[in-house]
């Protein structure tokens, strides 16, 4: 780590602390590798503060979003404890930053994934249930004026996350052909498909757990993926409730309360 990857990651931090974006570090950092540093610093930072880490979240899993960000692959990020919100229960207005909800398929393992060529059979079998999730993404940076670098140094755009309260079995369904539909205020906002997560949530999550042995950080019994979007993420404002429904899984809800 150098000066400039703390000096980005106290940017980012302050952001986060007063609720106050910030304008984008891009130009702060010359690679990917750099933002994830950065990312992992801030990560430290919440784990020396007695925080725990439960799992990881997958971004740019839509190609049309790589598009426009001019990449070819995910990003990752870090969840930690203070993140999990409990399905319907009402999240504070002060811990939003430009708030944003997507519907997703989390998958929950009861081993880890630490060998070198992990394949598909080790991540079904180390994966012991899936639900339901909304994840609240929200920005440390202005406008959501962000590119690549941008968002991985701001832990992938991290906020909150709900999960469904029904475990199901990988093999009771087929997540590629999982329709999703998302509601706010039972209006529907959003729509998609387990195909439209990287052909399949599963590559999602079978390209994180690759990604991750390689960065000697692999993933453990008990963490959470959220293997990214099944449809267009939706702003967020005072007072929302989504509810999003994907087949074979159930529902999941994320309640905002109305910042009075």
């Not at 609720?19 to 750099?34: K, T, Y």
């Not at 319907?88 to 997703?104: D, F, N, S, V, Y």
């Not at 639900?131 to 609240?136: Q, T």
């Amino acid at each position: 780590m150098t000066e400039r990857h703390q000096q980005v990651a106290d940017l980012l931090d302050q952001a986060a602390r007063t609720g106050e974006p910030v304008l984008p570090v891009r130009d702060q950092l010359d690679a990917i590798a750099d933002a994830y540093k950065v990312q992992q610093l801030n990560t430290q930072r919440q784990v020396s503060a007695g925080r725990r880490i439960t799992g990881r979240k997958i971004g740019l899993t839509s190609h049309s979003v790589q598009q426009q960000l001019g990449v070819n692959q995910p990003d990752f990020g870090t969840l930690l404890d203070s993140m999990e919100i409990s399905d319907g229960e009402t999240i504070a207005w002060p811990r939003l930053m430009q708030a944003k909800c997507e519907a997703e398929v989390a998958l929950v393992l009861e081993h880890d994934l630490d060998r070198e060529q992990i394949v598909l059979s080790d991540l079904l079998a180390a994966t012991a249930y899936v639900l339901p999730a909304i994840e609240v993404v929200g920005s440390r940076i202005a406008d959501w004026n962000i590119s690549i670098l941008d968002t991985i140094a701001d832990n992938a755009s991290a906020g909150l996350y709900v999960l469904g309260q029904r475990p199901v079995k990988l093999g009771e369904l087929d997540l590629r052909l999982a329709g999703m539909v998302m509601e706010r205020r039972g209006e529907p906002v959003s729509f998609g498909v387990g195909a439209a997560c990287l052909g399949h949530p599963l590559n999602a999550a079978l390209w994180l757990a690759r990604t991750l042995v390689e960065a000697g950080t692999p993933l453990r019994a008990g963490d959470v993926v959220l293997s990214g979007a099944l449809g267009p993420m939706v702003s967020v404002a005072p007072g929302d409730v989504f509810e999003a429904r994907i087949q074979g899984l159930g529902s999941v809800r994320a309640c905002f309360d109305s910042a009075s």
